[in-house]
């Protein structure tokens, strides 16, 4: 089961089930995993949804046995790979962490995702049940879109958190650019006699955080969409430069798996494949609720800040969950 909502529409969609297509796919961050949710895509009325009977205690129980760092912990690890950085000399790497939060009898799983809904018009929203698997998320960060008809593929370079009411520092504006210049490299290899399209860096409202955005644009051979979209993933927002060093990286230092969190989520329409990244989510049990957060370091990097950063991400969904 599953219900979703693309960024600025309001309509409500979910899949039929009953088909062998698997329209909406979730691929875990190393693509060692993957959730295919059975069925083509279809609209859904509003009406539809406030009438489930959905009780979180459907939910799987949280046997993981995991405990999250403090903030102790992981100011440390912060300050081993601003090392690892520094002797490298590595542009950015991508650190994230777990936050749990238990203690609570339900979670109201219908307000939440309509509170996602409500709070996240630019952003795309999901909630789903697949087995033992349970997760919602809402996120505006985009890793491609093919245009069936005209061919046309878009993406974005996104990068760089800081709270809306606060100036950008050098910190976050360096942050961005080598997210952009990898995206760049990457589609000028795929665009033929046609120029990459590019706008200029911008100001991305999130909810309560805002990042620097690029946008790209170029003409694609259809043949090609699969390779661009692997090579693209994990951009450098999600992982690090050189990529396949920080997945290494990423892989030794930090504590928990990431699941499905910075991977990618792929959606067949008739016109368009879509394909968001998995950034601000929370994996879901009957007991608990596990927020997954990260944050781009640099030899820059200040721990403080960046722990700060972390807990502001996890109130993206943090804040929109409502628990009994």
């Given at each position: 089961m599953i219900y979703f909502k693309f960024p600025f529409d309001e309509k409500l969609y979910s899949t039929d089930e009953n088909s062998e297509i698997n329209s909406v796919v979730f691929h875990s961050f190393n693509n060692d995993k993957k959730i295919?949710?059975?069925?083509?895509?279809?609209?859904?009325?509003?009406?539809?949804?406030?009438?489930?009977?959905?009780?979180?205690?459907?939910l799987a129980d949280d046997d993981t046995q995991f405990m999250a760092e403090s903030k102790e912990e992981y100011l440390q690890k912060l300050q081993d790979v601003i090392e690892i950085i520094k002797e490298n000399n590595l542009p950015k790497l991508v650190l994230s962490r777990r936050k749990i939060v238990d203690g609570f009898k339900e979670i109201d799983l219908?307000?939440?995702?309509?509170?996602?809904?409500?709070?996240?018009?630019?952003?795309f929203k999901y909630f789903f049940i697949h087995g033992e698997s349970s997760w919602i998320g809402g996120f505006s960060e985009v890793l491609g879109k093919f245009n069936k008809s005209t061919h046309e593929f878009e993406t974005m370079s996104i990068a760089g958190t800081i709270p809306v009411s606060e100036e950008w520092t050098e910190k976050e504006i360096e942050e961005q650019k080598p997210v952009s210049a990898f995206i760049r490299t990457i589609l000028q290899k795929y665009s033929g006699t046609d120029s990459v399209e590019e706008s200029e860096t911008y100001d991305h409202i999130s909810g309560n955080i805002k990042h620097l955005k690029t946008d790209f644009k170029i003409k694609i051979n259809p043949e090609n969409l699969d390779s661009i979209i692997q090579e693209l993933h994990p951009t450098p927002a999600v992982c690090g430069i050189p990529k396949d060093f920080c997945a290494e990286i990423i892989e030794k230092v930090e504590k928990f798996p990431r699941e499905l969190y910075a991977?990618?989520?792929r959606i067949e329409t008739d016109d368009y494949i879509q394909y968001f990244v998995n950034l601000r989510c929370a994996r879901l049990y009957k007991n608990s609720v596990h927020l997954f957060v990260g944050g781009g370091i640099t030899a820059q990097s200040s721990p403080e800040k960046e722990w700060k950063e972390t807990e502001l991400k996890s109130e993206a969904v943090l804040k929109n969950l409502v628990f009994k």
């Open positions: 295919e949710i059975s069925g083509k895509i279809i609209e859904k009325n509003q009406s539809d949804f406030n009438s489930l009977q959905l009780n979180s205690q459907i219908k307000s939440s995702f309509d509170n996602l809904c409500k709070n996240y018009p630019n952003a991977g990618y989520i």
